[in-house]
């Protein structure tokens, strides 16, 4: 039986993946909640709201929402070097 068994994961694992079923306890971290599969390491996204692992479609939304809260910051002027600057009084 454990033969038999054996042969069946084997097979499901080749064809189907991992199945995650051994995770973490959630961790959080940079306002990312996930859990580590221990059998195979991925990170499956957690959703601290409804206390389930985010679906494809959750976790993309969760992230689209993330990227709009980033905000860029203006560049720093450049700095003209002193010889360009037209009021040069250095002997040539």
Do not use: W
Not at 21 to 49: A, E, N
Not at 60 to 69: H, I, N
């Amino acid at each position: 039986m454990r033969v038999l068994l054996a042969i069946y994961y084997f097979f499901y694992e080749i064809f189907l993946g991992c199945r995650h079923d051994h995770l973490t306890r959630p961790f959080t971290i940079k306002q990312q909640s996930y859990m580590v599969c221990l059998d195979c390491g991925r990170h499956v996204f957690y959703s601290m709201d409804t206390m389930r692992p985010l679906r494809g479609r959750n976790l993309r939304r969760a992230q689209a929402l993330l990227a709009s809260q980033i905000k860029v910051m203006p560049g720093v002027e450049t700095v003209q070097p002193l010889a360009s600057r037209g009021n040069s009084r250095a002997a040539a």
